[in-house]
Protein backbone atom coordinates (compact mmCIF):
# COMPACT_ATOMS: atom_id res chain seq x y z
CA UNK A 1 0.00 0.00 0.00
CA UNK A 2 1.51 3.54 -0.84
CA UNK A 3 -0.59 6.44 0.44
CA UNK A 4 -0.29 9.75 -0.61
CA UNK A 5 1.87 12.47 1.44
CA UNK A 6 1.91 16.34 0.55
CA UNK A 7 4.90 17.28 1.92
CA UNK A 8 6.08 14.79 -0.47
CA UNK A 9 3.97 15.84 -3.34
CA UNK A 10 5.28 19.67 -2.83
CA UNK A 11 9.06 18.83 -2.93
CA UNK A 12 10.47 20.11 -6.50
CA UNK A 13 14.27 19.02 -6.64
CA UNK A 14 15.48 18.23 -10.16
CA UNK A 15 15.47 14.48 -10.15
CA UNK A 16 16.14 13.30 -13.97
CA UNK A 17 12.93 10.72 -14.77
CA UNK A 18 13.62 7.96 -16.98
CA UNK A 19 11.48 7.89 -20.40
CA UNK A 20 10.10 4.45 -20.71
CA UNK A 21 8.27 2.40 -23.18
CA UNK A 22 4.61 1.00 -21.81
CA UNK A 23 4.55 -2.85 -22.48
CA UNK A 24 1.02 -4.92 -21.02
CA UNK A 25 1.98 -8.12 -19.31
CA UNK A 26 0.81 -10.80 -21.74
CA UNK A 27 -0.16 -12.86 -18.39
CA UNK A 28 -3.23 -10.99 -17.98
CA UNK A 29 -4.12 -9.85 -21.83
CA UNK A 30 -7.86 -10.58 -22.53
CA UNK A 31 -8.00 -12.24 -18.82
CA UNK A 32 -11.53 -10.42 -18.01
CA UNK A 33 -13.15 -11.26 -21.52
CA UNK A 34 -16.77 -11.17 -20.66
CA UNK A 35 -16.73 -8.57 -18.33
CA UNK A 36 -17.80 -4.79 -18.68
CA UNK A 37 -16.77 -1.77 -17.27
CA UNK A 38 -17.95 1.73 -17.16
CA UNK A 39 -15.81 4.97 -16.27
CA UNK A 40 -17.41 7.92 -14.79
CA UNK A 41 -15.16 10.87 -15.82
CA UNK A 42 -14.96 14.75 -13.45
CA UNK A 43 -13.06 17.53 -14.79
CA UNK A 44 -10.86 18.67 -17.06
CA UNK A 45 -10.02 17.59 -20.76
CA UNK A 46 -6.62 16.01 -19.03
CA UNK A 47 -9.04 13.82 -17.18
CA UNK A 48 -10.73 13.08 -20.40
CA UNK A 49 -8.07 12.12 -22.52
CA UNK A 50 -6.39 9.88 -18.99
CA UNK A 51 -10.00 7.84 -19.56
CA UNK A 52 -8.99 7.50 -23.25
CA UNK A 53 -6.02 5.54 -22.08
CA UNK A 54 -7.83 3.80 -19.45
CA UNK A 55 -10.29 2.87 -21.80
CA UNK A 56 -7.99 1.19 -23.66
CA UNK A 57 -6.23 -0.15 -20.88
CA UNK A 58 -9.27 -2.15 -19.74
CA UNK A 59 -10.03 -3.39 -22.89
CA UNK A 60 -6.87 -4.97 -23.47
CA UNK A 61 -7.56 -6.72 -20.35
CA UNK A 62 -10.80 -7.95 -21.93
CA UNK A 63 -13.58 -5.32 -20.55
CA UNK A 64 -16.18 -4.06 -22.88
CA UNK A 65 -17.32 -0.58 -22.58
CA UNK A 66 -21.27 -0.16 -21.19
CA UNK A 67 -23.09 2.65 -20.99
CA UNK A 68 -24.60 2.61 -17.94
CA UNK A 69 -23.05 1.79 -14.38
CA UNK A 70 -25.90 -0.16 -13.01
CA UNK A 71 -25.02 -2.58 -15.91
CA UNK A 72 -21.14 -2.88 -15.44
CA UNK A 73 -18.83 -5.16 -13.29
CA UNK A 74 -16.03 -3.00 -12.95
CA UNK A 75 -16.80 0.68 -12.21
CA UNK A 76 -13.88 3.03 -12.20
CA UNK A 77 -14.56 6.95 -10.85
CA UNK A 78 -11.21 9.08 -12.43
CA UNK A 79 -11.92 12.40 -10.11
CA UNK A 80 -10.59 15.84 -9.96
CA UNK A 81 -9.53 17.93 -7.34
CA UNK A 82 -9.98 21.56 -7.96
CA UNK A 83 -13.24 22.96 -6.17
CA UNK A 84 -15.21 21.06 -3.49
CA UNK A 85 -18.02 20.20 -5.47
CA UNK A 86 -15.81 18.03 -7.77
CA UNK A 87 -15.41 16.19 -4.29
CA UNK A 88 -18.97 15.88 -3.35
CA UNK A 89 -20.17 14.67 -7.00
CA UNK A 90 -17.23 12.12 -6.88
CA UNK A 91 -18.50 11.00 -2.94
CA UNK A 92 -22.56 11.37 -4.05
CA UNK A 93 -21.53 8.60 -6.63
CA UNK A 94 -19.49 6.03 -4.46
CA UNK A 95 -22.60 6.25 -2.01
CA UNK A 96 -24.71 5.12 -4.93
CA UNK A 97 -22.06 2.06 -5.51
CA UNK A 98 -22.24 1.51 -1.68
CA UNK A 99 -25.72 0.66 -2.19
CA UNK A 100 -25.41 -1.12 -5.48
CA UNK A 101 -22.31 -3.46 -3.97
CA UNK A 102 -24.62 -4.72 -1.03
CA UNK A 103 -26.94 -6.15 -3.97
CA UNK A 104 -23.99 -6.89 -6.75
CA UNK A 105 -21.47 -8.18 -4.12
CA UNK A 106 -18.75 -9.17 -7.45
CA UNK A 107 -18.96 -5.33 -8.57
CA UNK A 108 -15.42 -4.18 -8.28
CA UNK A 109 -15.06 -0.24 -7.52
CA UNK A 110 -11.79 1.95 -8.42
CA UNK A 111 -11.11 5.55 -7.78
CA UNK A 112 -8.23 7.37 -10.28
CA UNK A 113 -7.42 10.79 -10.82
CA UNK A 114 -6.90 13.85 -8.71
CA UNK A 115 -9.04 13.12 -5.98
CA UNK A 116 -6.61 9.70 -5.32
CA UNK A 117 -3.25 12.18 -4.49
CA UNK A 118 -5.17 13.74 -1.55
CA UNK A 119 -4.53 12.30 1.88
CA UNK A 120 -7.87 13.45 3.07
CA UNK A 121 -9.34 11.82 0.30
CA UNK A 122 -7.96 8.26 1.02
CA UNK A 123 -8.22 8.39 4.61
CA UNK A 124 -11.87 8.70 4.20
CA UNK A 125 -12.23 6.01 1.62
CA UNK A 126 -10.16 3.89 4.04
CA UNK A 127 -12.60 4.78 6.91
CA UNK A 128 -16.18 5.39 5.50
CA UNK A 129 -15.73 3.28 1.86
CA UNK A 130 -14.18 0.11 2.80
CA UNK A 131 -16.26 -1.35 -0.10
CA UNK A 132 -13.77 0.51 -2.70
CA UNK A 133 -11.54 -2.18 -4.35
CA UNK A 134 -9.00 0.01 -5.54
CA UNK A 135 -6.94 3.64 -5.34
CA UNK A 136 -4.72 4.49 -8.08
CA UNK A 137 -2.96 7.80 -7.92
CA UNK A 138 -1.89 9.89 -11.51
CA UNK A 139 1.65 9.19 -11.42
CA UNK A 140 1.57 5.40 -12.14
CA UNK A 141 -1.91 5.63 -14.08
CA UNK A 142 0.38 2.67 -16.35
CA UNK A 143 0.20 0.52 -13.75
CA UNK A 144 -4.06 0.33 -13.99
CA UNK A 145 -4.10 -3.48 -15.40
CA UNK A 146 -1.97 -5.13 -12.39
CA UNK A 147 -3.89 -3.51 -9.91
CA UNK A 148 -7.04 -4.48 -10.87
CA UNK A 149 -6.28 -8.10 -11.67
CA UNK A 150 -4.55 -7.59 -7.88
CA UNK A 151 -7.54 -6.64 -6.23
CA UNK A 152 -9.32 -9.40 -8.00
CA UNK A 153 -7.29 -12.29 -7.44
CA UNK A 154 -6.33 -11.30 -3.73
CA UNK A 155 -9.74 -9.54 -2.93
CA UNK A 156 -8.23 -7.23 -0.91
CA UNK A 157 -8.13 -3.52 -1.32
CA UNK A 158 -5.08 -2.06 -3.38
CA UNK A 159 -3.62 1.42 -2.62
CA UNK A 160 -1.17 2.38 -5.01
CA UNK A 161 -0.55 6.64 -4.65
CA UNK A 162 2.94 7.99 -5.56
CA UNK A 163 2.93 11.60 -3.89
CA UNK A 164 6.38 12.29 -6.16
CA UNK A 165 6.17 12.07 -10.30
CA UNK A 166 7.96 9.21 -11.61
CA UNK A 167 8.87 7.78 -14.95
CA UNK A 168 7.37 9.19 -18.12
CA UNK A 169 5.39 5.93 -19.62
CA UNK A 170 4.98 6.87 -23.81
CA UNK A 171 3.43 3.74 -25.56
CA UNK A 172 0.14 3.45 -23.83
CA UNK A 173 -2.65 2.38 -25.62
CA UNK A 174 -5.77 5.08 -26.19
CA UNK A 175 -9.15 4.79 -27.78
CA UNK A 176 -10.01 8.28 -28.25
CA UNK A 177 -13.66 9.51 -28.14
CA UNK A 178 -13.78 11.64 -31.07
CA UNK A 179 -12.75 10.37 -34.47
CA UNK A 180 -11.12 13.98 -36.15
CA UNK A 181 -9.90 15.82 -32.63
CA UNK A 182 -7.31 14.14 -30.67
CA UNK A 183 -5.74 15.39 -27.37
CA UNK A 184 -2.33 15.22 -27.22
CA UNK A 185 -0.47 15.40 -23.89
CA UNK A 186 2.77 17.57 -24.15
CA UNK A 187 3.54 18.29 -20.63
CA UNK A 188 2.38 16.97 -17.30
CA UNK A 189 2.42 18.33 -13.97
CA UNK A 190 2.29 22.44 -12.68
CA UNK A 191 5.10 24.50 -10.51
CA UNK A 192 3.24 27.33 -10.20
CA UNK A 193 1.83 26.60 -7.42
CA UNK A 194 -0.74 29.49 -7.30
CA UNK A 195 -1.72 29.44 -3.44
CA UNK A 196 -5.49 28.63 -4.37
CA UNK A 197 -4.69 25.65 -6.15
CA UNK A 198 -4.36 22.12 -5.47
CA UNK A 199 -2.97 21.12 -8.99
CA UNK A 200 0.60 21.09 -8.26
CA UNK A 201 0.29 18.89 -5.27
CA UNK A 202 -1.84 16.16 -7.39
CA UNK A 203 -0.04 16.48 -10.83
CA UNK A 204 3.03 16.80 -9.74
CA UNK A 205 6.63 18.79 -11.15
CA UNK A 206 6.36 20.31 -14.66
CA UNK A 207 7.32 17.27 -16.83
CA UNK A 208 7.37 17.93 -20.71
CA UNK A 209 7.04 14.76 -23.28
CA UNK A 210 10.20 14.65 -25.91
CA UNK A 211 9.03 16.51 -28.93
CA UNK A 212 9.92 13.54 -31.04
CA UNK A 213 7.51 11.48 -29.24
CA UNK A 214 4.86 14.15 -29.66
CA UNK A 215 5.76 14.67 -33.13
CA UNK A 216 5.71 11.16 -34.26
CA UNK A 217 2.01 10.69 -32.72
CA UNK A 218 0.81 13.72 -33.95
CA UNK A 219 1.68 12.01 -37.78
CA UNK A 220 -0.03 8.84 -36.40
CA UNK A 221 -3.00 11.33 -36.04
CA UNK A 222 -2.58 12.92 -39.46
CA UNK A 223 -2.24 8.72 -40.88
CA UNK A 224 -5.14 8.28 -39.37
CA UNK A 225 -7.97 11.00 -40.47
CA UNK A 226 -7.80 13.40 -37.62
CA UNK A 227 -8.22 17.12 -38.32
CA UNK A 228 -7.61 18.89 -35.33
CA UNK A 229 -5.01 18.60 -32.22
CA UNK A 230 -5.30 19.82 -28.78
CA UNK A 231 -2.32 20.34 -27.33
CA UNK A 232 -2.16 20.30 -23.56
CA UNK A 233 -1.27 20.96 -20.32
CA UNK A 234 -1.66 22.54 -16.77
CA UNK A 235 0.36 25.26 -18.10
CA UNK A 236 1.41 24.27 -22.05
CA UNK A 237 3.42 27.73 -22.00
CA UNK A 238 6.17 25.89 -19.84
CA UNK A 239 6.72 23.48 -22.34
CA UNK A 240 10.42 22.20 -22.54
CA UNK A 241 11.57 24.56 -19.91
CA UNK A 242 12.76 21.31 -18.05
CA UNK A 243 14.37 19.60 -21.27
CA UNK A 244 15.78 21.81 -23.58
CA UNK A 245 17.92 24.94 -23.39
CA UNK A 246 16.34 26.54 -26.48
CA UNK A 247 13.11 24.92 -27.51
CA UNK A 248 9.77 25.84 -26.62
CA UNK A 249 5.78 25.89 -27.25
CA UNK A 250 6.46 28.21 -30.16
CA UNK A 251 9.17 25.68 -31.61
CA UNK A 252 6.82 23.00 -30.75
CA UNK A 253 3.80 24.78 -32.47
CA UNK A 254 5.48 26.02 -35.36
CA UNK A 255 6.90 21.97 -36.36
CA UNK A 256 3.78 21.10 -35.68
CA UNK A 257 2.03 23.78 -38.00
CA UNK A 258 4.19 22.48 -41.10
CA UNK A 259 2.58 19.33 -40.85
CA UNK A 260 -0.37 18.28 -42.94
CA UNK A 261 -3.02 18.94 -39.83
CA UNK A 262 -5.91 21.22 -40.33
CA UNK A 263 -6.55 22.54 -36.60
CA UNK A 264 -4.20 23.28 -34.06
CA UNK A 265 -5.09 24.14 -30.83
CA UNK A 266 -3.72 24.10 -27.02
CA UNK A 267 -4.86 24.63 -23.47
CA UNK A 268 -4.21 26.04 -21.06
CA UNK A 269 -2.15 28.84 -20.88
CA UNK A 270 -0.27 31.00 -18.08
CA UNK A 271 0.44 34.20 -18.66
CA UNK A 272 3.46 34.58 -17.34
CA UNK A 273 4.85 31.89 -19.70
CA UNK A 274 3.53 33.64 -23.00
CA UNK A 275 6.31 34.88 -25.15
CA UNK A 276 6.43 36.84 -28.37
CA UNK A 277 8.06 34.21 -30.24
CA UNK A 278 5.11 32.49 -29.10
CA UNK A 279 2.46 35.21 -29.87
CA UNK A 280 4.08 35.47 -33.45
CA UNK A 281 4.14 32.06 -34.45
CA UNK A 282 0.39 31.59 -33.56
CA UNK A 283 -0.56 34.64 -35.44
CA UNK A 284 1.70 33.61 -38.36
CA UNK A 285 0.39 29.63 -39.19
CA UNK A 286 -3.46 29.63 -40.16
CA UNK A 287 -3.64 26.46 -39.27
CA UNK A 288 -2.90 27.16 -35.34
CA UNK A 289 -6.31 28.11 -34.43
CA UNK A 290 -6.62 31.54 -33.19
CA UNK A 291 -8.18 30.99 -29.93
CA UNK A 292 -6.21 31.09 -26.37
CA UNK A 293 -7.18 30.13 -23.18
CA UNK A 294 -5.67 32.79 -21.06
CA UNK A 295 -7.17 32.61 -17.47
CA UNK A 296 -6.71 35.98 -15.35
CA UNK A 297 -7.88 35.22 -12.69
CA UNK A 298 -8.69 38.48 -10.55
CA UNK A 299 -8.63 42.12 -12.18
CA UNK A 300 -6.92 43.38 -8.95
CA UNK A 301 -3.15 43.45 -8.46
CA UNK A 302 -3.74 43.37 -4.98
CA UNK A 303 -5.38 39.83 -4.99
CA UNK A 304 -3.46 38.34 -8.11
CA UNK A 305 -0.37 38.61 -5.49
CA UNK A 306 -1.91 36.65 -3.42
CA UNK A 307 -2.84 34.61 -5.88
CA UNK A 308 0.67 34.13 -6.01
CA UNK A 309 -0.21 34.56 -10.43
CA UNK A 310 3.29 36.47 -10.76
CA UNK A 311 1.28 39.27 -13.39
CA UNK A 312 -0.82 42.18 -12.33
CA UNK A 313 -3.57 43.85 -14.17
CA UNK A 314 -1.86 46.21 -16.03
CA UNK A 315 0.77 43.15 -17.11
CA UNK A 316 -1.85 41.03 -17.97
CA UNK A 317 -3.88 43.79 -19.73
CA UNK A 318 -0.77 44.62 -21.80
CA UNK A 319 0.08 40.94 -22.65
CA UNK A 320 -4.09 40.58 -23.42
CA UNK A 321 -3.90 43.65 -26.22
CA UNK A 322 -0.28 42.39 -27.67
CA UNK A 323 -2.47 39.37 -28.96
CA UNK A 324 -5.08 40.85 -30.11
CA UNK A 325 -3.30 43.13 -32.12
CA UNK A 326 -0.45 40.60 -33.69
CA UNK A 327 -2.92 37.48 -33.87
CA UNK A 328 -5.34 38.16 -36.89
CA UNK A 329 -9.14 37.51 -35.92
CA UNK A 330 -7.83 36.05 -31.97
CA UNK A 331 -10.67 35.01 -29.55
CA UNK A 332 -9.79 35.11 -26.07
CA UNK A 333 -11.32 33.66 -22.93
CA UNK A 334 -10.08 32.76 -19.58
CA UNK A 335 -11.00 31.84 -16.21
CA UNK A 336 -12.15 34.14 -13.08
CA UNK A 337 -12.49 33.37 -9.23
CA UNK A 338 -14.64 35.50 -6.86
CA UNK A 339 -14.30 35.62 -3.20
CA UNK A 340 -10.74 34.60 -3.16
CA UNK A 341 -10.01 35.65 1.10
CA UNK A 342 -9.50 39.02 1.64
CA UNK A 343 -11.95 40.38 -2.28
CA UNK A 344 -12.81 43.68 -1.05
CA UNK A 345 -15.89 45.18 -3.29
CA UNK A 346 -13.14 47.14 -4.63
CA UNK A 347 -11.17 44.26 -5.92
CA UNK A 348 -14.45 43.10 -7.60
CA UNK A 349 -15.11 46.33 -9.55
CA UNK A 350 -11.88 46.00 -11.02
CA UNK A 351 -12.52 42.50 -12.10
CA UNK A 352 -15.47 43.92 -13.55
CA UNK A 353 -13.95 46.58 -15.17
CA UNK A 354 -11.30 43.98 -16.72
CA UNK A 355 -13.69 42.13 -18.07
CA UNK A 356 -15.64 45.71 -19.62
CA UNK A 357 -12.11 45.98 -21.16
CA UNK A 358 -11.44 42.73 -22.46
CA UNK A 359 -15.14 41.48 -23.63
CA UNK A 360 -13.35 38.07 -23.32
CA UNK A 361 -15.28 35.23 -25.76
CA UNK A 362 -15.59 32.84 -23.22
CA UNK A 363 -14.98 32.66 -19.34
CA UNK A 364 -15.32 30.20 -16.56
CA UNK A 365 -16.80 31.95 -13.68
CA UNK A 366 -15.87 30.48 -10.15
CA UNK A 367 -16.18 30.83 -6.70
CA UNK A 368 -13.23 30.24 -4.57
CA UNK A 369 -13.29 26.91 -3.01
CA UNK A 370 -10.80 26.08 -0.01
CA UNK A 371 -8.86 23.34 -0.71
CA UNK A 372 -7.01 21.29 1.69
CA UNK A 373 -3.15 21.81 2.13
CA UNK A 374 -3.24 25.03 -0.09
CA UNK A 375 -1.72 28.68 0.75
CA UNK A 376 -5.08 30.08 0.46
CA UNK A 377 -6.60 27.60 2.63
CA UNK A 378 -5.36 29.09 5.76
CA UNK A 379 -6.01 32.61 4.77
CA UNK A 380 -8.54 34.89 7.11
CA UNK A 381 -11.52 34.88 4.94
CA UNK A 382 -14.32 37.16 6.01
CA UNK A 383 -16.89 37.65 3.48
CA UNK A 384 -19.91 35.81 3.52
CA UNK A 385 -20.70 33.08 0.45
CA UNK A 386 -24.22 35.21 -0.52
CA UNK A 387 -21.73 38.12 -0.93
CA UNK A 388 -19.58 35.74 -2.86
CA UNK A 389 -22.62 34.31 -4.52
CA UNK A 390 -24.06 37.72 -5.31
CA UNK A 391 -20.43 39.00 -7.05
CA UNK A 392 -20.91 36.00 -9.66
CA UNK A 393 -24.64 36.43 -10.58
CA UNK A 394 -22.89 40.21 -11.33
CA UNK A 395 -19.85 39.04 -12.96
CA UNK A 396 -21.86 36.00 -15.01
CA UNK A 397 -23.89 38.74 -16.20
CA UNK A 398 -21.30 40.72 -17.63
CA UNK A 399 -19.37 37.90 -19.37
CA UNK A 400 -22.49 36.97 -20.81
CA UNK A 401 -23.65 40.01 -22.19
CA UNK A 402 -20.62 40.28 -24.05
CA UNK A 403 -20.54 36.82 -25.35
CA UNK A 404 -23.69 37.54 -27.11
CA UNK A 405 -22.43 41.19 -27.98
CA UNK A 406 -19.42 39.10 -29.79
CA UNK A 407 -21.75 36.78 -31.92
CA UNK A 408 -23.76 39.50 -32.77
CA UNK A 409 -20.98 41.07 -34.63
CA UNK A 410 -20.78 38.02 -36.46
CA UNK A 411 -24.01 38.30 -38.39
CA UNK A 412 -23.67 37.80 -41.79
CA UNK A 413 -19.71 36.28 -41.57
CA UNK A 414 -18.70 33.31 -43.12
CA UNK A 415 -17.17 30.71 -40.52
CA UNK A 416 -15.30 27.82 -41.53
CA UNK A 417 -16.72 24.93 -39.19
CA UNK A 418 -15.22 21.28 -38.70
CA UNK A 419 -18.68 19.34 -38.70
CA UNK A 420 -18.88 17.33 -35.30
CA UNK A 421 -21.93 15.93 -35.70
CA UNK A 422 -25.97 15.57 -37.20
CA UNK A 423 -28.25 16.66 -35.26
CA UNK A 424 -31.71 14.89 -34.84
CA UNK A 425 -33.43 17.57 -37.44
CA UNK A 426 -33.06 16.83 -40.46
CA UNK A 427 -30.18 19.09 -42.28
CA UNK A 428 -29.28 20.28 -39.12
CA UNK A 429 -25.52 19.79 -38.40
CA UNK A 430 -23.33 21.09 -35.72
CA UNK A 431 -19.50 22.16 -34.82
CA UNK A 432 -17.27 24.49 -34.61
CA UNK A 433 -15.51 27.67 -35.47
CA UNK A 434 -12.23 28.46 -35.78
CA UNK A 435 -12.46 30.65 -32.75
CA UNK A 436 -13.71 27.82 -31.12
CA UNK A 437 -17.74 29.02 -31.26
CA UNK A 438 -20.69 26.21 -31.43
CA UNK A 439 -22.27 26.43 -34.66
CA UNK A 440 -25.57 25.18 -35.53
CA UNK A 441 -26.26 24.66 -39.05
CA UNK A 442 -28.42 23.90 -41.83
CA UNK A 443 -27.01 22.15 -45.32
CA UNK A 444 -28.65 21.36 -48.21
CA UNK A 445 -25.67 18.97 -49.15
CA UNK A 446 -25.36 15.60 -47.29
CA UNK A 447 -22.14 16.66 -45.15
CA UNK A 448 -20.15 14.42 -42.96
CA UNK A 449 -18.38 14.53 -39.83
CA UNK A 450 -14.67 15.13 -40.03
CA UNK A 451 -15.44 18.01 -43.10
CA UNK A 452 -14.25 21.84 -42.66
CA UNK A 453 -17.02 23.78 -44.46
CA UNK A 454 -18.06 27.27 -45.22
CA UNK A 455 -21.29 28.49 -42.87
CA UNK A 456 -23.11 31.92 -43.12
CA UNK A 457 -23.94 33.17 -39.76
CA UNK A 458 -27.73 33.92 -39.64
CA UNK A 459 -28.36 34.48 -35.81
CA UNK A 460 -26.58 34.74 -32.73
CA UNK A 461 -27.24 33.20 -29.48
CA UNK A 462 -25.22 33.62 -25.68
CA UNK A 463 -23.43 30.15 -26.24
CA UNK A 464 -23.92 29.42 -29.79
CA UNK A 465 -24.89 30.69 -33.15
CA UNK A 466 -27.07 29.34 -36.00
CA UNK A 467 -25.89 29.38 -40.13
CA UNK A 468 -26.15 28.11 -42.97
CA UNK A 469 -23.62 26.07 -45.14
N1 LIG B 1 -11.38 27.65 -6.17
C1 LIG B 1 -12.05 28.12 -7.24
N2 LIG B 1 -11.61 28.00 -8.48
C2 LIG B 1 -10.42 27.38 -8.68
N3 LIG B 1 -9.71 27.13 -9.80
C3 LIG B 1 -8.59 26.49 -9.45
N4 LIG B 1 -8.53 26.31 -8.11
C4 LIG B 1 -9.66 26.87 -7.61
C5 LIG B 1 -10.19 27.02 -6.30
N5 LIG B 1 -9.54 26.58 -5.23
C6 LIG B 1 -10.14 27.56 -11.13
C7 LIG B 1 -9.13 28.53 -11.75
C8 LIG B 1 -8.48 27.69 -12.81
C9 LIG B 1 -9.61 26.76 -13.21
C10 LIG B 1 -9.19 25.53 -13.91
O1 LIG B 1 -10.21 26.43 -11.99
O2 LIG B 1 -9.86 29.59 -12.33
O3 LIG B 1 -8.01 28.44 -13.90
FE1 LIG C 1 -3.25 25.66 -10.73
FE2 LIG C 1 -1.93 27.96 -11.16
FE3 LIG C 1 -0.89 25.61 -12.04
FE4 LIG C 1 -3.07 26.63 -13.24
S1 LIG C 1 -1.02 27.59 -13.19
S2 LIG C 1 -2.76 24.47 -12.59
S3 LIG C 1 -4.17 27.60 -11.51
S4 LIG C 1 -1.23 26.23 -9.91
Redesign the pocket.
Known sequence: MHKPDYKEARTRDKRDYKRMDFSFDKDILNKYCGKTYYIKTYGCQMNEHDSENISALLEKLGFKKVDSYLKADLVLLNTCSIRENAHNKAFGMLGRLKHLKNEKKDLIVGLCGCMAQETGVVERILKDYKFVNFVLGTHNMYQLPEIIDKAIVDNSMQIEVFSREGDLYEGLPVIRANPYKAYVNIIYG?????T?????YT?GRERSRKKEDILLEIDQLIKDGYKEVILLG??VNAYGKDLYDDYNLGDLLEEIALKDIPRIRFM?S?PWDFTDKMIEVIGKYPNIMPSVHL?V?SGSSRILKLM??RYTRESYLELFHKMKNKIPGVSIST?IIVGFPGEEEADFLETMSLVKECQFDNAFTFIFSKREGTPACRLEDFVPLEEKEERLQRLNEVVNYYFLENHKRLIGKTLKVLVEGISSKKNQYYGYSENNQLINFTSQKKLKAGEIVDVMIEEAKTWSLDGRS
Open positions: CDKFCYCIVPRQNTHPQGRD
